[in-house]
């Protein structure tokens, strides 16, 4: 009996719903969020989130790279961020006598610490609403054009305001589709070094398996260091330049962490789609979805057989397969969950309610009265082209590699007499082929062509193909044709590619028009790009104006209630609870997942479940050090409920006491449409266990002194 209600009790604190859906503006946080945290468990104040008179979290965390996010973990610039956010850089530094991805790289000194050209980190400095300023001389009755024209000269004025005279990186950017803007200033640093990453049968354990999948068991961590000159700002690559003192960095919390704990994400989300009508949410679940998934089975298919043919091919590619592999598997289980909500019909509800309130009033019907109608007109007709557009991205352009290099040619041909533009991009073609060359494989190359080519002409429909296409396809659908192609073309020789480069002048042009497989992919891109992309670039901006104005209508219908904005990769605060949940009827999952999980997980016949040998040793030995949970396990990672998307990568997950308790790097697969749909029930956030990576660091990597700079709360 006393057991029973204990358990009632258990089950109410577990199972009542915490999660809050949204990704927060830090600005915003005292007005709209502060007191609810509080009441989760925040034992902080806004401005310990977000201050620009004094030292806040918002000067601990950057925008990593282009699309994640990493927090500064110590007062020497240390910065920790996913494996999977410095994979390209690993790999970039990895060759098959310096293999760090399946070894790993630990900087015994700093000056074993590695240059990464290119990778750039950026701390918000402050951020501002500015949508008077932008709206500056806008007027309705002022044409589509005029108004971009003015707004895009009102937001380069605001941009040049901000920027100190250059010191920092200005953007302005919408939200609520452009009802709102607001102006971001960043202090961007270039000099990034590469510190430590495990081995990927630790930093990628599980890999694409498991990949979205709870309950995992991914050491998806890598450390990098942030440099400055002398004078502590920002500074190109240089051997003198000095260690970064950040004005602030996170704590890290050793005390662990209980279900229930509230916990919060502070990072830059990249994008969501939680306000697009019915129609679209129909389109993606029925047409763009299936079609991008099916044609990236096709080149996964391909990827993974050669690479498990070949060493050399599996470094090769393996960036470009996590890449591929990634959205295709987020696609379905997004696909699945917005089927499971009914979200298409729950969407139609809502636009009846809508529909309901807009007729309550005559100036409303006047100016939303067609929206819905538009939509309407507007996604018919974009779902006929939807198909032709995403497999064209999919097959042509990041289809074959070959096609993607030839592409690059075409455009500086077409740029030959442009003084100004054609020697930039003869030198950004000189800057990409030694990569490109470094990670080609020909033959696997020779394969995806036929493949992608194949579901290519046969899905989309002929008006949207070119008339060298139709007239050819019977030939182009041979795989021995398409490969003859692939065979005799110039772009399948890196000599013959580079001495095009070198020489290259107008007669080039006319000797590449003998070259069949160049003609076939300026036929494919040119229809494209004069049949396709306009049509459907011309429907995407029709759609945007109506989503604005259905955006604003929102706005008013639900004036005075808290309205998430849209992911737009900005820095966004995002809170919940350490919880679990039930993927499916009868199964509960906890919020935690051990070092024994992993050791269970090992199957020699997936490559995936590899575990390294060391870590078996210090399995068996129990030597743990101080790095365990209160059941005396090794922690791995846990599940909690903030929304979160990606971007996220890398994010701090951080307690009520503003103390680092993990580092945020995927979402659980039941809960992938919560870019569009967030489901309290299902949808969560997976986290690194921060002192799964210490005790990684310590005790696999033997690299304690790390461990030094930083601030440990035991
Ligand atoms: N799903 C995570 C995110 O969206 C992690 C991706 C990297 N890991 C992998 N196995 N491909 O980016
Ligand atoms: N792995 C994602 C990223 O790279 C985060 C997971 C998500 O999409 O929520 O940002």
Request: contains cysteine; proline residues 4%; hydrophobic residues 35%.
């Amino acid at each position: 009996m006393k057991k029973g209600l204990s358990l009632i009790v258990f089950f109410l604190l577990v199972h009542s719903v915490f999660a809050v859906e949204g990704m927060w503006i830090p600005t915003l946080l005292k007005k709209y969020n502060i007191e609810e945290m509080q009441k989760m468990g925040f034992k902080l104040t806004a401005e310990d989130i977000y201050d620009v008179n004094h030292s806040s979290m918002k000067d601990a965390i950057v925008l990593f790279g282009s699309g994640c996010t990493g927090e500064v973990i110590s007062g020497d610039g240390l910065l920790i961020t996913n494996h999977h956010c410095g994979f390209g850089q690993i790999q970039k530094h990895s060759t098959l006598s310096h293999d760090y991805l399946t070894d790993g790289f630990w900087a015994k000194n700093r000056s074993e610490e590695l240059v990464n050209p290119g990778l750039s980190v950026q701390f918000l400095v402050r951020m501002e609403e500015v949508t008077t300023e932008v709206m500056k001389g806008i007027k309705e009755d002022l044409s589509d054009d005029i108004q971009k024209k003015q707004i895009a000269a009102n937001i380069e004025a605001i941009k040049k305001g901000y920027s100190g005279k250059g010191t920092f990186q200005v953007d302005v950017k919408p939200l609520y589709y452009g009802n709102q803007y607001f102006v971001y200033v960043y202090e961007v640093f270039k000099d990034v070094r590469l510190v430590g990453a495990p081995p990927v049968s630790i930093g990628k354990f599980g890999g694409d398996t498991d990949n979205w999948v709870w309950p995992r068991h991914t050491g998806d961590f890598s450390l990098f260091r942030i440099y400055a000159g002398k004078n502590n700002k920002p500074a190109a690559y240089s051997p003198d330049n000095l260690p970064y003192r950040p004005k602030k960095f996170f704590p890290i919390n050793m005390k662990g962490i209980r279900e229930g704990e509230f916990t919060m994400v502070f990072g830059f989300p990249g994008t969501t789609q939680e306000y697009l009508p019915s129609m679209a949410v129909k389109l993606l679940i029925e047409k763009s979805n299936p079609n991008k998934v099916d044609a990236r089975t096709i080149k996964l298919n391909i990827l993974e057989k050669q690479m498990a043919k070949d060493p050399k091919v599996r470094i090769q590619y393996a960036s470009k397969y996590a890449g591929i592999s990634n959205s295709w598997k987020k696609w379905q289980g997004e696909t699945n969950g917005l089927i499971r909500l009914k979200a298409v019909e729950k969407k139609q509800r809502d636009e009846i309610a809508f529909s309901k309130w807009i007729k309550q009033n005559s100036d409303r019907e006047k100016k939303y009265g067609r929206i819905l109608e538009t939509f309407q007109q507007n996604y018919s007709e974009l779902s006929e082209i939807q198909i032709a557009y995403d497999l064209y991205n999919e097959t042509v352009l990041r289809g074959a590699e070959i096609f993607g290099l030839i592409s690059r040619f075409d455009l500086m041909g077409q740029a030959i007499s442009d003084t100004a533009k054609y020697p930039r991009l003869k030198k950004s073609l000189a800057d990409f082929l030694p990569g490109y060359f470094k990670d080609y494989d020909a033959a696997t190359d020779r394969q995806l062509l036929p493949a992608l080519l194949k579901i290519y002409l046969e899905r989309v429909d002929s008006k949207y193909l070119p008339a060298y296409a139709n007239d050819q396809k019977s030939n182009l659908l041979n795989a021995e044709y398409s490969q003859s192609l692939f065979n005799k073309s110039i772009f399948s020789d890196s000599l013959k590619i580079k001495e095009l480069l070198t020489n290259y002048n107008s007669k080039s042009i006319k000797k590449l028009q003998k070259d069949k497989l160049y003609l076939l992919f300026t036929a494919l891109s040119s229809h494209f790009n004069q049949n396709i992309d306009p049509i459907y670039q011309k429907l995407s901006q029709a759609i945007l104006k109506t989503q604005k104005l259905y955006m604003a209508a929102i706005l008013e219908m639900k004036e005075g209630e808290r309205l998430m904005a849209d992911a737009n990769l900005t820095l966004r605060v995002t809170y919940g609870k350490v919880e679990g949940f039930e993927p499916k009827d009868g199964v509960y999952y906890q919020y935690f997942t051990a070092l024994k999980g992993m050791i269970e997980k090992q199957n020699p016949a997936i490559a995936d479940y590899f575990v390294p040998e060391k870590l078996k040793q210090l399995y068996q030995a129990k030597d743990y050090g101080k790095y365990t949970n209160s059941t005396g396990e090794v922690p791995i990672a846990f599940c909690a409920s903030n929304h979160t998307t990606g971007g996220n990568s890398g994010s701090p997950v951080i307690n009520a006491d503003g103390e680092l308790i993990g580092v945020n790097f995927d979402r659980c697969w039941e809960g992938t449409m919560s870019d569009v749909l967030f489901d309290p029930e299902r949808c969560r956030n997976i986290a690194l266990d921060i002192r799964y990576a210490l005790f990684i660091i310590d005790k696999f990597a033997g690299a304690g002194y790390l461990l030094e700079e930083m601030q440990l709360i035991k």
